[in-house]
């Protein structure tokens, strides 16, 4: 079983509408949780940390569910700007070194 | 301002040579990565570093070495070990042992000719 899994996708919406991503994870003693976004061809970026209580972030909302092991990203009304891979990003448990292990990422096509 | 720096933007290498990435910055982050990304894949850990003068392997070291000499800089070296270099590298930093997220520099897209 993969360390973390999403679904690649892709998830083609249309702008205004409100779109979810989901992500696993296997190791139930992961602390640190993020979602990045990585356009085409570029560096991923931080898009937001993940925190127990769950946070949002204007459209964005992320979710954490430890005992299902699984996070969540919420974008509501998707505009074009949004289309990019979402990457689902977890803490290493096996060291305190910092170390994240990264989804596969869920593409998102926001069309007119 | 303070950021990762990797250069080149692009590299082509011959087969059997030996090529060096750059990777710089300038943001006092103890730690420092060297992730691999494959079309259509997620990122592998190839390389890292928490302090000066100590690195780790990462999932895919084989084929690749690394030097941390200074805090800011963490150049990465593609051997000709490695069969099958082709792919976006990214180099990242962050705070060190606290749990934070990364921050990346721009990656060096590599091809082999």
């Known amino acids: 079983r993969k360390e973390v899994e999403q679904d690649p996708g892709p998830f083609n919406v249309p702008e205004g509408a409100t779109v979810a991503f989901n992500c696993t994870y296997s190791n139930s003693a992961s602390q640190s949780f993020f979602w990045y976004r990585q356009d085409c061809r570029k560096e991923p970026k931080l898009l937001m940390s993940?925190?127990?209580s769950g946070n949002e972030d204007g459209r964005f909302t992320a979710q954490l569910n430890r005992a299902s092991q699984y996070i969540s990203l919420l974008i509501r009304d998707s505009k074009l700007s949004d289309s990019a891979t979402y990457l689902c990003v977890v803490n290493r448990v096996s060291s305190n070194t910092g170390k994240l292990i990264f989804g596969q990422g869920t593409t998102l096509q926001v069309k007119p | 301002d303070g950021g990762i720096t990797q250069s080149p933007k692009y590299l082509f290498r011959k087969e059997g040579q030996n090529v060096t990435l750059s990777c710089e910055q300038n943001?006092?982050?103890?730690?420092m990565y060297w992730y691999r990304q494959d079309p259509g894949q997620g990122l592998r850990l190839i390389y890292y570093s928490q302090i000066v003068n100590d690195f780790q392997k990462g999932d895919i070291a084989e084929g690749y070495s690394v030097s941390r000499e200074k805090k800011e800089s963490f150049p990465l070296t593609v051997t000709s070990a490695q069969k099958n270099p082709t792919a976006f590298y990214l180099c990242?930093?962050?705070?060190?042992?606290?749990?934070?997220?990364?921050?990346f520099g721009s990656g060096t897209r590599l091809t082999v000719v």
């Open positions: 990242a930093s962050s705070p060190g042992r606290k749990l934070y997220g990364y921050t």
């Open positions: 943001l006092n982050h103890d730690a």
């Open positions: 993940v925190y127990s």
